[in-house]
């Protein structure tokens, strides 16, 4: 295994989850998280609540940054909101051997990352439905499997890089496969983050509970159609249905999950909005493509935002 | 005074403040509520919780429909919801002479009574900041004047029926003037809350509250355009200024008011949103003019509502 130091760079649910799974196989890995939580973890280990197991994990944690210069292998797991100013205070540390692999949402952080470092950073689309419970307990309720692919680069490194990085999550239970266009996977999994989050988060509602109201699913496909008009213009082309087969996808694997934005806003959290729909209105101002749908969910998650900060 | 016999139907928030200030002066004032606000009412009095005074009025209160065959006027106060059903129910009982005014929200309640019932039926356009708690508390937060006026009927009747009206309430303190453009005084009432209720409902937060968000007003400056131009279709002529200007003064004169439409939510009572936002979606079909800012919020109330039905 060329990955023999792994650190997690954030550690909320997506983090603690794939993080964890490493651990459990008896990997080196060191979760970077902010003080009270590297706390509890160290203290009283990582509790996975998981569908297919429960069980207290040993890890170790740390809010150090500059422990990361031994680091061969960082799962970026920030909140995108996050992501420059973490890159920027581990670039002066990160050895020029270390992979990323962002676990992020949306379709800015490759972009966001590869300007301040340059280790090859890759990306993973990430479906699965858990949230943290208190600091150190991971609640699992369904799914957790990688889509891996690198943007732009092309090099037999990035082919080996990423296989190496499959096989390493694919021993420890996680499966992971190479996605050709990743760039479309990560178009198509914003989307249904772009359709479900806002939502969900204003009302404080599961994916299962959102598409029995029949205005919301019209809203959704409003949401949907506007995120297509956009897609096109960033060269990524998906089809109504195929949107359409996304959405239905999420509301029928993930019945009982709420999104992380409602999670974030239930616990007077910043939310990624400004990451999903809001960046898709962003696009749509550069564009000059109107975005009304997505607009009003947008501020509504911005006004919900600014009630709940603690 | 010709209106001897009162009937307030719809014991809410409006008929408790405009019904309780006309017993505090002695006038004969029955509230038509549901069985249990009824009994409530009966059994411990109204408790009117309010800007200038807090006091305990003994009121008389019931569910029977058939004392209306008595009434001389009729406060119209239920949920736009229930005018259809409501005056169904009394058309049979109600006698010729009675005269109804309708404190409602919304633009369609005198089209709905009027193809009921043939009485005079006048409309009130309501601002007051004011909300029940528990069965017999009214809690007056601001303002309680009325604009009346007679929508189509120009007959020299409606001005003497108006006039009395004006009379009975400026003689108990409550502020009541004749408006002759009533339909546009409407239209600019529908306005605000088309502007504020949903949002107010969607995030639980107060009208002050709600201008805070920059993302807001201008979410409220585009639900108003889409509403200005359904507007201009239904023949009121609204300027953007006036209309910005009518938003304003409700951000700053009801500061601590959540809407009509929050206080639904949060009881787990339906909304009169399908006469709110929704009628100008509604409207907005039938014209062909889009109204996508007025359907997302319309979307998301309707979905609320839906979760938090009891």
Chains 1, 2 share one sequence.
Not at 54 to 73: Q, T
Not at 138 to 161: C, P, Q
């Amino acid at each position: 295994m060329i990955y023999k130091k792994i650190y997690v760079l954030g550690a909320g649910a997506v983090g603690c989850f794939f993080g964890g799974m490493l651990v459990r196989a008896h990997h080196d890995v060191t979760f970077i998280a902010r003080p009270k939580r590297a706390e509890a973890l160290n203290d009283s280990g990582l509790e996975m609540d998981c569908k297919a197991f429960h069980e207290i994990v040993k890890v170790k944690a740390s809010s150090d940054f500059a422990l990361l210069g031994d680091a061969d292998l960082v799962l970026l797991s920030v909140k995108s909101l996050d992501t420059e100013d973490t890159l920027t205070q581990i670039k002066s540390v990160l050895p020029s051997k270390a992979v990323v692999l962002s676990l992020q949402n949306g379709v800015a952080n490759i972009e966001i990352a590869s300007n301040i470092i340059s280790n090859p950073v890759y990306a993973a689309v990430v479906y699965v439905a858990a949230g943290m419970v208190g600091q150190r307990t991971m609640k699992h309720h369904g799914r957790g499997e990688l889509l891996v692919g690198s943007l732009g680069r092309t090099a037999a490194i990035d082919d080996k890089n990423l296989q190496e990085i499959c096989k390493l999550f694919e021993e420890v239970g996680v499966q992971c496969s190479i996605a050709p266009q990743i760039k479309r996977e990560m178009w198509l999994k914003f989307l249904v983050n772009c359709s479900f989050n806002a939502i969900s988060g204003i009302g404080q509602i599961s994916y299962g509970e959102i598409v029995k109201s029949s205005e919301i699913v019209k809203l959704i496909q409003e949401v949907t159609k506007e995120f297509l008009a956009i897609a096109a213009l960033e060269d990524v082309n998906i089809s109504m249905s195929e949107a359409f087969a996304a959405n239905d996808s999420i509301a029928t694997t993930m019945v009982t999950q709420v999104s992380s934005t409602a999670q974030d806003l239930a616990k007077g959290k910043l939310t990624e909005i400004d990451f999903l729909n809001g960046y898709i209105v962003q696009l749509g101002k550069r564009y000059g493509i109107p975005t009304p749908h997505n607009e009003t969910v947008y501020a509504l998650v911005k006004m919900m935002e600014s009630q709940t900060i603690k």
